[in-house]
């Protein structure tokens, strides 16, 4: 292997490589640091793999496996792409080693960005890439699909025309379909947010009896129910009337039901705000407790009625 480089001053250019038309770059110990082939790829430290050349399809490859390529494609259609232990052939892509593989492209104007996988396989076997997350020139989001909007079967995040961001997950099924799980650090799900084809539910932890010992009836919903202290209010920065609970009460009568300390602040000194579970279970419990106190009250005095106007 050699090489001729054209040392006229009025160039300066390596325009000359051997006749299998391959340039290479060598270090001092011999050691080849680049190579462009004759379809203009480049490898840093490798030979490059036979990438195509059809639509103008060009790449550095660096090291073994990974690499930067592009693709002209037709207008709207150029693509930018970082590639994970594969190339294109010209007609397929093709794994470098036996690895996995994945696939990052920018395209212009259509798509976005794209991130491909493909599943571990066999070096120089073809392979095919499947699309896992999607951003639109939109700022739309697709993960696990790519189509946007109602009706999707993935994960969206999308804009509608004149209105806000929408958050849009559909159930393959009309069984309840896992939206989101949440785990403590012990692994034990406490909460998960579901939805079916008519409903969204959020569960704001387990019910499971597996989880729970010392289970005995509650007998003080009254009570809580009686100590709570609903209010009206203007929110502050709008200036809307709402009702609700003061965080810190509620947080007096069932401890459990709410985040945060009252007046707390963070380490700057800004207000850290408390916050009450949506329809804490303990809330739910308390008030379902109460109402069976109240009805055996009420019974009870109903007993009494019947029992005068019968002595009567």
Known sequence: MSCTINASTSSGLV???????????????????????????????????????NYSQKALQIGPVGS????????????????????????SWRYITSDGAML?????????????????????NTLTFTER?????????????????????????????????AFNVKPTTNSNYTVAQFFNNGGTQVGSITCTTSATAYNSGS?????????????????????MNPVSFNWKDTGELDIGFIAHEIQSIIPSTVTGEKDGVDK????????????PPQMIASIVA???????????????????????
Not at 23 to 28: A, E, G, I, R, S
Not at 104 to 124: D, L
Not at 294 to 309: G, P, S, V
């Open 104 to 124: 990052y492209s920018q395209t212009s104007t259509t798509v976005g960005h794209t991130w491909q996988t493909a599943a571990s396989g066999t070096a120089g």
């Open 133 to 165: 997350m999607r951003i639109d020139p939109s700022g739309n989001v697709c993960i696990g699909g790519t189509a946007f909007g109602p009706g999707s079967n993935s994960l969206n995040l999308w804009t509608i025309p004149g209105n806000n961001n």
């Open 268 to 279: 700057e000194g800004n207000p850290v705000y408390q916050t009450i579970y949506a329809a």
């Open 15 to 53: 325009n000359q490589a051997d006749t299998s038309g391959i340039l290479q770059f060598q270090t001092n110990s011999g050691q080849t640091a680049m190579t462009i082939d004759t379809s203009q790829n480049v490898g840093i430290g490798i030979t490059p793999s036979a990438w195509g050349t």
């Open 207 to 227: 019910s499971d009896y597996r989880l729970k010992e010392n289970i005995t009836s509650f007998s003080k919903g009254l009570n809580n129910v009686l100590a």
């Open 68 to 91: 930067l390529s592009s693709l002209n494609a037709g207008t709207g259609n150029q693509q930018t792409n970082i590639v994970n232990n594969a190339y294109f052939d010209g007609a």
């Open 290 to 312: 109460a109402i069976k106190e109240q009805q055996t009250i009420i019974n009870d005095l109903k007993a009494r009625i019947e029992t005068l106007e019968g002595a009567k």
